[in-house]
């Protein structure tokens, strides 16, 4: 499995005391697997992917990204295992504005020291940037700031693709072809992806669905 | 990794050269002035040092005549003979060149020693022709006489061989004579001996780096507050560094870098660039201080006598101390940001958030802090005493007077966007509110730049105004006449009588009063002094009373460091003490001095005799021509007034040129400050600049809002800035020139000189926004509509 959630349990503290987000959920991910997280808003969707990610650590319960328990990690190790194991995509791009579209895309696998220029120029071509390399990402329209930023992701030969509704941003029509183009990606590079979404119409096109409600699955 | 990650917070800056630049030149420019100051301090005070080593200046207690300046060769023979262990020094000027003759085989070991070259005495008794100095010096001596250079021996100043000194200057007598710490203590007592001479304690003498030591404070204090003001600029250009790397830094951390890795390449980044910068700046601050410095060195020797060297040293105590300050200035801004990124949400929206958005709690701390130090402030000039409350002071002072700037800001903008009626200036005044927080930190700079301008020029211009008319009282004789001995004054003296209006011998010798060290001087009270002299205090018909002994005429620095008034008394000798008649203010003299009547003088000193005349004449310049053919004085020894008037006046001059131009600088920096605080702003307005933009306004009309905005916000600054500015120049003429110079000032008004000073600050807002302004004009439809497509 790439990814495990065993009873996982998260709570955030407000004026008002503990306020539980999660109550105990639990899921597993194989790879090149696609699975939706969906649900109302404050149902507890981001919460899940931050713990994925290893960006928030859960407050019981067990999560293992490629079989290594992230509980037993401290923040450096749980950087490690996300430079290595994990990518993200953010609704709104997170691309780094100082540098070029090429510099981002190399970024995230230089960073995990793994660059593969023929991995990344397939991507790029796929993607439809090749002409937009030396560009900045403030040059870029929406839709291909995304494509950037699943170029990013991708590049890195992540196990766990995560996105945090990747296409919110985006007209209806680029919403689609981005869409199309990353699952296509995922498919070839088989990656297990985690997509949070509102639309049920994306959420209809992934391998499976879990539907959360006030902490639990639906 | 670590090199990936580094490459991508580096790439912000080659995106954003502004900033950068901003950055740069703002630690350079606080660096620069700071350790142009230190460099100018430093070189001053190695000079004191040197003086002290080579020449045993402040170290050996000394016999020193009672009257003129020479002692015959014989007393020192005498004073030898019955056992006082002394060692002759002659001291004279050739040309520019001080020249100190000193016996090699009677001077104390540690000023012989000092002078040694590799191992060997660099002099030897009798040694035709040479001398010692520094290689300045020996430049200026030429083919006078053979010279070692000797990189120690004080600038200005040349030793040899007493005997050939003594040649070099066409004399036979001596200066003074050392007297060795070790002696024989069956010597007779001084007065039966040589009773022509007096011992100088070397704790008695006015120690050059003591006095000139709050001529450094004040250098120091300008320094620091140049570097205050650079550093706005920092703590503005790494907030809004920060500010725009935020999204930056949370993708970082999501991508997998480690916080700690992240807040460790950022300080390596920040320190590094803060290094580049203060290199840059200590450089530039070289080059001001060698500026600089020949102006320093004529205020010094001009007020102290204190001779300083014209070449500067790169010293370490100047560029490490700049080095650190601009590390350690770097490292306070930093901290804060560092903290904020730790505790930075990472999945949490990343859009642009206006930069440093004071919250209503951050204005209420910043109003307390101010408070608090205002109210310190109060205290500090209610109780306080010395130079360093003096300094504190004044520190509170514009601190807490700057914190309060932002919270005046909003209230005054408050007022005028409650009174607007149309909705442009409703949403100008607005929009101006909502710029203050990325604005107050160059509001606060210029705030403290011009406040100070104020204080200072006020100070200055107070200094002058009192200054002239202090000449004008002291130097009412038109001509002033030097006798050689006691015969000559005698011949003079019944010379003047017949051909006279008035004249004043002047009697003087030194002394110690009131535990310090002093001039007593004695006056032969008549018209002159009666007319002219102002007191600051003084009892009814002073002058008769001193006239008839009862009373004397103190001077300020001696009444305020012995604690005397008028209606105390003062002990003059062991056998007389008079009450205070009158306090006199004395201007640019460091020394205590004391008035009695000629009569009085006489009774305590017997064999002194006048060697200066002040003179009345109506026809001055017949006068000198009758006293050099009836009498045989040199024209030499004859000054005229208005010789010395306008010799004391170019000497306060210059002693002021250094605080101008920081000044100047000053102002400079607080312009650049607003500058790179709208340059590096103007980006961040577009999201705010759009909507109105789209709502009708032109560009060109936004351009020009903009510009009003910088001169309206800058013309609040000034209105601020003169009160503030007057209150600072109160605690530097009644507090701090108190302690540091011994005399109180009265404080005079100067509207047309502030006027000038307000145009020139709007001036400078009006330059620094024209940039941002023009940018704003030019910038195309296609960027402001991108923040309605929400892709920026």
């Keep these: 499995m790439v990814l495990e959630f065993e009873s996982v349990q998260k709570s955030f503290r407000d004026s008002e005391g503990d306020v539980p987000v999660l109550r105990g959920i639990s899921f597993e991910l194989a790879e090149g697997e696609t699975l939706a997280l969906t649900g109302e808003s404050g149902s507890g969707k981001s919460t899940i992917l931050h713990i994925a990610s290893g960006l928030e650590a859960p407050g019981s319960g067990a999560v293992r990204v490629s079989g290594i328990d992230m509980t037993d990690l401290d923040d450096s190790g749980r950087a490690a295992l996300r430079r290595s194991e994990i990518a993200l995509v953010f609704q709104q791009f997170n691309l780094i504005p100082s540098l070029t579209v090429a510099a981002n895309i190399s970024f995230q696998a230089a960073l995990a020291g793994r660059v593969d220029e023929a991995h990344i120029q397939q991507l790029v071509g796929a993607l439809g940037l090749a002409d937009q390399m030396k560009k900045y990402p403030e040059a870029l329209s929406g839709g291909q700031q995304q494509r950037v930023a699943i170029a990013r992701a991708l590049a890195a030969r992540p196990k766990l693709l995560l996105a945090d509704e990747p296409t919110g941003n985006l007209d209806e029509g680029t919403a689609e072809d981005v869409l199309d183009e990353m699952l296509k990606l995922v498919a070839q590079t088989g990656a297990a992806l985690m997509m949070v979404t509102h639309s049920p119409k994306i959420a209809a096109r992934m391998d499976r669905q879990l539907t959360l409600k006030n902490g639990l699955v639906a | 990794m670590t090199l990936t990650c580094l490459r991508a917070l580096l790439s912000h800056w080659r995106r954003n050269p502004v900033q950068l630049f901003a950055f740069l030149a703002g630690l350079a420019l606080a660096t620069a002035l700071w350790s142009g100051v230190q460099a100018i301090n430093a070189e001053a005070r190695a000079s004191y040092d040197a003086a002290a080593s080579t020449l045993g200046e402040g170290q050996y207690d000394l016999l020193l005549p009672r009257q003129g300046d020479r002692i015959a060769q014989e007393v020192y023979v005498a004073l030898r003979r019955s056992g006082w262990l002394v060692s002759p020094v002659i001291d004279g000027r050739l040309g520019d060149v001080r020249l100190v003759g000193i016996d090699p085989v009677t001077s104390p ?47 200005g100043v040349a030793i040899g061989d007493i005997g050939v000194v003594q040649n070099l200057l066409g004399r036979d007598d001596l200066t003074r004579l050392m007297v060795l710490p070790d002696q024989p203590g069956l010597q007779p007592d001084l007065g039966e001996v040589a009773p022509q001479l007096r011992l100088q304690l070397s704790d008695q003498m006015a120690d050059v780096a003591q006095l000139t030591d709050s001529f450094h404070l004040n250098l120091t204090a300008f320094g620091l507050l140049s570097f205050a003001v650079g550093l706005f600029i920092v703590h503005s250009t790494i907030g809004l560094a920060f500010e725009q790397r935020r999204g930056m830094i949370r993708t970082l951390r999501s991508l997998g870098v480690p916080l700690r890795r992240i807040v460790v390449l950022i300080t390596i980044e920040m320190l590094t660039l803060a290094l580049i910068g203060a290199g840059l700046g200590i450089v530039l601050g070289y080059l001001i201080a060698a500026l600089l410095l020949p102006d320093v060195a004529a205020t010094l020797r001009g007020l102290y006598g204190a001779q300083i060297s014209g070449t500067l040293e790169l010293r370490p105590v100047w560029w490490a101390s700049g080095l650190a300050l601009a590390l350690l200035g770097t490292a306070a801004a930093l901290s804060s940001r560092i903290w904020q990124i730790a505790r930075m949400p990472l999945l949490a929206s990343v859009r642009p958030r206006a930069w440093v958005m004071a919250t209503s709690s951050r204005f209420r701390l910043q109003t307390i802090a101010a408070l608090a130090l205002l109210g310190m402030a109060g205290v500090l000039a209610l109780v306080g005493e010395g130079l360093v409350v003096g ?38 005044w607005a929009d101006t509110r909502q710029q203050l927080p990325g604005l107050s930190l160059a509001m606060m700079a210029l705030l ?48 003047l009588l017949q051909s006279t209006t008035d004249l004043l011998p002047l009697l003087s010798t030194q002394t110690e009063i009131a535990g310090q060290p002093a001039r007593l001087f004695g006056a032969r009270v008549g018209p002159t002094y009666r007319e002219n002299w102002v007191f600051l205090d003084a009892v009814p018909k002073a002058w008769d009373v001193v006239e008839g002994g009862r009373g004397a005429v103190v001077n300020e620095q001696l009444a305020r460091r012995a604690d005397l008034w008028i209606g105390d008394n003062i002990q003059i000798t062991s056998d007389l003490t008079l009450p205070i008649a009158a306090v006199v203010g004395d201007y640019g003299n ?3 001095q004391v008035i009695l009547s000629e009569a009085l003088f006489g009774n305590l000193h017997p064999d002194l005799y006048p060697t ?11 006068l000198r021509q009758d006293i050099v053919a009836a009498l045989d004085i040199p024209d030499s020894a004859i000054t005229n007034q208005a010789a010395i008037k306008a010799l004391s006046l170019e000497i306060f001059e210059r002693t002021f040129t250094v605080t101008s131009a920081l000044n100047v600088l000053t102002l400079g920096v607080a312009g650049f400050a607003i500058l790179m605080s709208l340059l590096t702003l103007a980006d961040l307005r577009l999201p705010q600049l759009a909507p109105v933009w789209a709502l009708g306004l032109t560009r060109r009309s936004l351009g020009q809002l903009e510009l009003l905005r910088a001169v309206i916000l800058a013309a609040l600054v000034f209105v601020c800035a003169i009160p503030l500015g007057l209150a600072l120049a109160w605690v530097l003429l009644t507090i701090v020139n108190v302690e540091a110079f011994g005399w109180q000032l009265p404080m005079f008004l100067f509207p047309a000189e502030y006027i000038q000073l307000g145009l020139y600050a709007l001036l400078a807002a009006f330059l620094a926004a024209s940039w941002p302004a023009l940018r704003l004009m030019r910038t195309p439809p296609s960027a402001l509509l991108k923040v309605f497509a929400n892709e920026r």
């Design chain 2, 109 to 155: 070991g540690g000023i012989a020693g000092s002078m040694s070259n590799e191992g060997q005495p660099a002099l030897v008794f009798g040694q035709a022709n040479r001398l010692i100095a520094n290689a300045q010096t020996a430049g200026r001596l030429g083919d006078l006489a053979e010279v070692t250079i000797n990189a120690d021996i004080a600038p």
């Design chain 2, 391 to 428: 300094f504190a002071l004044l520190g509170c002072l514009l601190i807490g007077a700057a914190l309060t700037l932002p919270a005046v800001a909003e209230r005054v903008l408050t007022f005028f966007q409650d009174r607007s009626t149309t909705p442009r200036w409703s949403w100008f």
């Design chain 2, 448 to 495: 403290l730049a011009v406040s100070a301008n104020i204080g200072v020029s006020t100070m200055v211009s107070s200094f002058r105004l009192t200054f002239v008319g202090f000449l004008d009282q002291r130097l009412a004789p038109e001509l002033f006449i030097q006798v050689e001995n006691a015969e000559e004054s005698a011949r003079l003296e019944a010379y």
């Design chain 2, 590 to 592: 460091p020394q205590g």
């Design chain 2, 612 to 622: 200066r005349f002040g003179v009345r004449t109506e026809d001055p310049a017949q």
